[in-house]
């Protein structure tokens, strides 16, 4: 028996051990712990129990009978149906965001056109090929206009994007250097789809002959665009919720599709536990009868398979004569009577190891698995049918799940089992992310009761990022040189106080207005406001330069439809908005890219010091 030692506060553990006495030089009978007396053996049998027969018989053999689905139809937050393949990860499929065109596509797009031009020229032998001859063609039909000076008849929208320009230096020095000697690849683009012929004949005007090249060449573009712009691509980005949702379809044994949702998904880590199954109403467009090639995904299986041993690291050897390694220190178990979990993972390595047998099946990516029973034959042929254990939603103290999905259901109903059945999702298991291309932090501020999104980040139109902070300083700064000089109001002699209607905030702070939601005179949603911009004598909107929140806003800066957010998706901590590009290797070896964004908590709360009729002292010296 453990003792514990005063000085050192250890326990001082001693056992007393019964070993052989070897009185040969060779140790071979010694080692072999060979019995004298058959009935101590049967004594110590009788000791611990096995004569109860509770489990006399080792399984030796198993049959399962196993039902698998995969996934058929995938529907995105915007209402778009299709297919789904498992050619891709599902991660690229719901995340991907129609990203805005920024400048660098619109040049490294035109070099691509003029690339597969090339190419194919040179696979074909076509030996008039000249590329500077269309890339000349390319510049009068798509050109790249220059940032020009302000000028002084400039109106206001004018200076404010030629500022904008002017404060990102980089763009400004590429935009300007690239003008007259490359072409825009987004604009040829649109022509291509737009007015086809009528673009095929301007590059025609000199080689009639070329028509076949340039066909093939624009056809490959076409192609092209959409695969790595994302040009077309649906959206699964609810703008009010700041989060994913969708519904994958899975084909059912009765020729029915299982609806399986994930309706909060934004951390970027998709997995089996954002999942539901929707039992509630039927899904347009996924749910109702799978079609005869939806059901051809499910299949039934019997797997015959030799149990083996369910093994742990650390775990007591099963064999009575099979002698530790000193890997197990049962000594110095140390468990209180409320650590439940640690007693009950003790009572199972010591008591039930040997009870547990693992069977191994390789389940398929993008599949859910149904063990629809097993049937264990031991050693004396006797066989027995195991059912799985009480899951789900229940009150008996046997009870137990692990990775069961939760079940949507009609209102009214709350007493709905769980599903059971394993969803192994079809999704990337690790990607590289990219330094974020927008970031918005979204915070209460208590004193205005207004919730803030500051644009921390926001793209730089060549596939990298700004700091919002200092390109909204600079900005400001750059505009009071067009301000003109400020209207001094004459101040009354012996004035004590100065009132001032409002102040202002850096122009990356975009306010959020608690508004009342429609029909109801207590709910509250948030509502994107703007702060006005004085320039000139005439007012205007300070709008957002960041896709995350330019919802509803058009590219003339008009907004179209105001832009809500729900109440409770920005937290007293606040939330943090990023967007960034991700890039994996899917398990074809193929490389997957896509425009995603993120969703992490905030920080807390902020203030943007911003204050309304505000009266200030004035100085002794301006008194007088």
Not at 10 to 22: D, H, I, Q, T
Not at 337 to 360: C, G, H, R, S
Not at 406 to 415: A, L, Q, V
Not at 573 to 578: E, S
Request: charged share 25%; hydrophobic share 35%.
């Amino acid at each position: 028996m453990a003792r514990v030692d005063t000085v050192s506060c250890e326990p001082f553990r001693a056992w007393n051990r019964l070993e052989p006495r070897p009185r040969t030089s060779e140790f071979d009978n010694v080692l072999e712990c060979g019995v004298f007396d058959p009935l101590w053996m049967l004594t110590r049998q009788w000791q611990f129990g096995e004569f109860q027969g509770e489990d006399t018989g080792s399984a030796i053999f198993s049959k399962i009978l196993m039902h698998t689905t995969s996934v058929s139809k995938l529907k995105t937050a915007d209402g778009s149906v299709e297919a789904y393949s498992d050619f891709t990860p599902l991660e690229e499929r719901i995340e991907s965001i129609p990203k805005k065109i920024d400048f660098k596509s619109r040049l490294e797009s035109g070099m691509i056109f003029l690339n597969i031009l090339e190419k194919l020229a040179s696979q074909w032998g076509v030996v008039d090929f000249s590329r500077k001859v269309y890339k000349s063609k390319l510049k009068k039909m798509c050109p790249i206009e220059p940032v020009q000076s302000i000028l002084d008849g400039d109106s206001n929208k004018q200076i404010f994007d030629k500022t904008e320009a002017f404060c990102n230096s980089n763009y400004y020095s590429l935009v300007n250097a690239s003008a007259n000697r490359y072409f825009d690849g987004i604009s040829l683009y649109k022509a291509f789809v737009s007015d086809l012929n009528g673009t095929i004949t301007l590059l025609l005007e000199d080689n009639p002959s070329h028509l076949s090249l340039l066909n093939k060449a624009i056809s490959d573009y076409i192609n092209w665009i959409p695969k790595n712009y994302n040009v077309n691509v649906s959206s699964s980005w609810v703008p009010n919720q700041l989060e994913y949702s969708f519904d994958c379809a899975v084909p059912s044994e009765d020729g029915t599709n299982t609806v399986v949702r994930a309706t909060e998904y934004y951390s970027g880590d998709l997995d089996w536990y954002n999942f539901d199954v929707n039992k509630s109403e039927g899904v347009p467009g996924i749910s109702g009868n799978a079609t005869s090639e939806e059901l051809m995904k499910y299949r039934k299986e019997v797997i015959s398979i030799i149990p083996t041993e369910a093994k742990f690291s650390g775990a007591p050897n099963s064999r009575w004569w099979q002698f530790e390694n000193g890997k197990v220190d049962f000594g110095n178990i140390n468990a209180q009577t409320t650590d439940i979990a640690k007693l009950i993972f003790t009572e199972y390595a010591l008591l039930y190891n040997n009870d547990w047998l693992l069977v191994p099946y390789r389940v398929p990516v993008g599949r859910i698995c149904d063990v629809k029973g097993i049937v264990v034959t031991d050693v004396f042929g006797e066989q027995t049918f195991v059912t799985s254990a009480i899951q789900g939603e229940t009150d008996d103290w046997s009870g137990w799940g692990m990775y069961n999905l939760s079940t949507i259901s009609n209102e009214g109903d709350r007493k709905v089992p769980a599903d059971t059945r394993l969803f192994i999702p079809p999704v990337v298991v690790k990607n590289m992310e990219s330094e974020p291309i927008e970031e918005v932090h979204l915070l209460r501020d208590e004193m205005t009761n207004t919730v803030w999104a500051i644009e921390s980040k926001i793209p730089d139109s060549l596939g990298s990022s700004l700091d919002g902070h200092r390109f909204a300083n600079i900005f400001s700064e750059e505009l009071n040189k067009f301000r003109g000089a400020p209207q001094v109001v004459d101040q009354v002699q012996g004035t004590m106080f100065n009132y001032m209607l409002a102040n202002s905030v850096p122009e990356n702070w975009i306010p959020f207005l608690p508004v009342h939601k429609s029909g109801s005179n207590r709910e509250i949603q948030l509502q994107r406001a703007s702060m006005p911009r004085l320039f000139k004598g005439e007012y205007t909107h300070i709008r957002p330069r960041t896709q995350l929140m330019r919802e509803g806003i058009g590219l003339d800066d008009v907004q179209v439809t105001p832009y809500f957010i729900h109440e409770e998706e920005v937290p007293r901590a606040g939330v943090k908005l990023k967007a960034t590009f991700q890039r994996t290797r899917w398990y074809n070896g193929s490389v997957i890219n896509w425009y995603g964004y993120r969703k992490q908590v905030g920080r807390g709360e902020g203030s943007s010091g911003l204050q309304y009729d505000t009266v200030t002292a004035v100085p002794k010296e301006q008194e007088s």
